[in-house]
Structure formats: C-alpha cells, structure tokens
C-alpha cells in the first residue's frame, strides 16, 4: 500500500520540526516536502503533488487563507489548517473551510505551543481521511449556490408530493418536533448549505452539535447567523429553547436538554467525552430521546467516525424518529453518516442541498 504523501507548509521552525517528528513516527505517511509561506507551498504543490498539506494560516509573503484559494483554484489538494483559537484564528479558520479547506487542527497554546503533541492523534488521523476524501467536493463552493428559501407550507407542497403516502400517514404531522443535528469533519459548509435553507416560520426549534474545539462554535454561530433566515447562535446554560431558532452546542461542553414547565431549557455539562468528542452527537440525540411528548427529527451529516448512530438507536426506541443521513455523493467524509445508515433506521439519504426540504417535509 502507497504511503500518503503530505506537504508540511509553516514559517516556524520550531513547529515545522515538531509536526515532521509526530508524521514520521506514522508508517502510513510520507512528509514529501517542506514550505515556509503561501507561495512556496504552491510551487512546491505543483512540484511534488502531495495527496495532503497541512498548512498554517499566519504566514508571510502569502499567507493560509490566500495560498488555500489559489490552491483550490489552480492545483486542488486535501488542505487541513492549523489554526490559532483566538477570536481572529477561529474567523479565519471558518473562511478556510468556506474556501474549500478539508478540515483544521487549533494550536492548543497559541502561535508557537510547547504541548502541540496533545493534538497528534487527531492530526493523524485526519490526514488519513483527508487523503480518502473526493476532491470535487471541496472545490463546490457555498457562494454559487442559489439561497432558496420557502414557506413550510410552500415545501410541503413541493416535497411531499414525491414521498410515499403509506409512510407519510405514519409520522404525526400535527403536535411538537424538536429538530436535532450532528455533524463534524465539512460540517460548517453542511450546516451552510442547511440552515439558509430553513424557512423562518420553522414551528420547531434545531439543536446542533458540530464537532469543534472551544473558541471556534461563536464564531460559526455568528457567521451562519448573518446568512439565514432564522437565528442561529451558540447555546447557553439554562437558556429556554425557542421555534425558529438554531442552537449550537459550544466546544468543550455537551448539549442537553430538559423540561421546565411547559417548555424546554438547554443544559450544558462537562462530562467525559464521549467518542472522542464533546459536545457528542450520541449525547444529544440520547437527550432528545428522553422527551417523550416530542416528536424527533434527526440529521447525522458529513463526519469521521461514528457519532450519532448509538444516540440514533436510543432514540428510536424512545419515540416517533424521522431520520436523515447525508449521501457520500455529497460528504466531505462518509463516517458518521455511514454508520448511521448501518442501524438500519434511516428515513432518507439526501444529498446536502435537499435536506433542508426533508427537514420540513416532517415539520
């Protein structure tokens, strides 16, 4: 089996050094070269086609975020940044993955970090599926797709047209939904290409759990805020769940949610991660699962790994369950939907630009 192939691009000594030592003690991986900026990495791109580059995204003469567009432009590649955590970093870092990057890594202790080796098994194995990924789905761009946004009656008439009336006669069209979400590796363009599709009359609230690291959910809350019609935002403890409104489950904590009264409250908790995540899908869905006068519609998207599928399960045997998958046509990396399709409960597999209009087909 061929080695991956993997560009280093860095302007710090120091960290050029200490990523080579993490890669070369993998047998699946050959570093292939070394840039110092931007514009060296595209040169040496040309030159040694790499199959994977890790790239910093403060550098001189050209810096991660320009050096990633040309690159998608001109010589397209797996790109995973390493990215600072400060308010800046985490901004620049959401630009990367709108401009095609596969994934980031953040810096556990700023520019130049001393304990970078917390981050070496996750920075492995993200190489590793970044080497699997289909190319052509990083180059699509979220800024060429048309924003059609409908009213739910609107999609109904569209969407339910096409479904199989025996199934639909099953779901309870009337009474409360809750809309859960997970996602990881792609999922800020995922949730993109979703959520400005959602109508802002949506009768139901969605909870979202996105695979990140803290210091980068605000800023991808902020950001999905300005481009859709409904509100998105980071969730807060105790803060009472609203229709219309996306909530995003903030890095470093799990996402909940109970009862108070009449109405439902998000809880956010410390507790041991779980799949090697917190916030974890499995977590959400496992709490959606306990609302019993809820009706639940699940979306497991684009991701590495399997979060989600047991919390699907859980559901499932909890109560009334509408389940969507994303379609490998579409994501970034098949993982999590797959394992999600393998329990057997799924309702539809949807490419991502038409999940929006099966998330209200139920609704």
């Known amino acids: 089996m061929s080695k991956i192939k993997v560009l280093i691009v860095e302007d710090s000594a120091f960290m050029r050094k200490l990523i080579s030592e993490f890669l070369n003690e993998d047998s699946r991986i050959e570093i292939t070269g070394i840039a110092r900026n931007g514009k060296d990495a595209i040169r040496k791109i040309k030159q040694y086609q790499p199959d994977v580059v890790t790239m910093d995204i403060e550098m001189p003469v050209m810096n991660g975020l320009c050096a990633l567009k040309?690159?998608?432009?001109?010589?397209?590649?797996?790109?995973?940044?390493?990215?600072?955590?400060?308010?800046?970093?985490?901004?620049?870092?959401?630009?990367?993955?709108?401009?095609?990057?596969?994934?980031?890594?953040?810096?556990?202790?700023?520019?130049?970090?001393?304990?970078?080796?917390?981050?070496?098994?996750?920075?492995?194995?993200?190489?590793?599926?970044a080497s699997k990924t289909n190319i052509q789905n990083l180059r699509k761009s979220t800024d060429d797709v048309e924003k059609r946004v409908l009213t739910c009656n609107e999609y109904r008439e569209k969407v339910l047209v096409r479904?199989?009336?025996?199934?639909?006669?099953?779901?309870?069209?009337?009474?409360?939904?809750?809309?859960?979400?997970?996602?990881?590796?792609?999922?800020?363009?995922?949730?993109?290409?979703?959520?400005?599709?959602?109508?802002?009359?949506?009768?139901?609230?969605?909870?979202?759990?996105?695979?990140?690291p803290p210091g980068f959910t605000k800023s991808l809350a902020k950001r999905l805020n300005s481009l859709c019609e409904i509100e998105v935002k980071e969730a807060e403890d105790g803060e009472i769940i609203k229709n219309g409104t996306a909530y995003i489950a903030p890095g470093g904590f799990h996402l909940k949610m109970k009862k108070i009264g009449t109405s439902l409250a998000a809880v956010l908790e410390q507790s041991e991660q779980r799949n090697g995540h917190r916030p974890s899908v499995d977590v959400l869905?496992?709490?959606?699962?306990?609302?019993?006068?809820?009706?639940?519609?699940?979306?497991?998207?684009?991701?590495?790994?399997?979060?989600?599928?047991?919390?699907?399960?859980?559901?499932?045997?909890?109560?009334?369950?509408?389940?969507?998958?994303?379609?490998?046509?579409?994501?970034?990396?098949?993982?999590?939907?797959?394992?999600?399709?393998?329990?057997?409960?799924?309702?539809?597999?949807?490419?991502?630009?038409?999940?929006?209009?099966?998330i209200v087909s139920y609704c």
């Open 70 to 129: 040309q690159i998608m432009a001109e010589c397209p590649v797996p790109v995973i940044m390493l990215s600072s955590s400060t308010s800046a970093g985490a901004e620049n870092t959401l630009s990367a993955m709108e401009n095609g990057a596969f994934d980031f890594i953040a810096k556990p202790s700023g520019m130049i970090s001393l304990d970078l080796h917390k981050i070496k098994s996750d920075l492995i194995e993200k190489i590793v599926a």
């Open 163 to 212: 479904k199989m009336v025996p199934e639909q006669s099953l779901w309870e069209k009337e009474g409360k939904k809750i809309i859960v979400i997970g996602t990881s590796t792609g999922g800020p363009r995922a949730l993109q290409e979703v959520l400005t599709r959602i109508p802002k009359n949506i009768e139901s609230p969605i909870i979202i759990v996105q695979h990140m």
């Open 285 to 358: 869905f496992e709490s959606a699962g306990e609302l019993q006068d809820y009706a639940k519609i699940a979306v497991i998207m684009t991701g590495m790994g399997s979060d989600g599928a047991k919390g699907l399960v859980s559901m499932n045997e909890n109560g009334m369950v509408k389940a969507i998958a994303e379609s490998q046509q579409t994501s970034i990396v098949f993982g999590m939907p797959k394992a999600a399709i393998s329990t057997n409960l799924i309702d539809s597999v949807e490419n991502v630009e038409n999940i929006a209009k099966a």
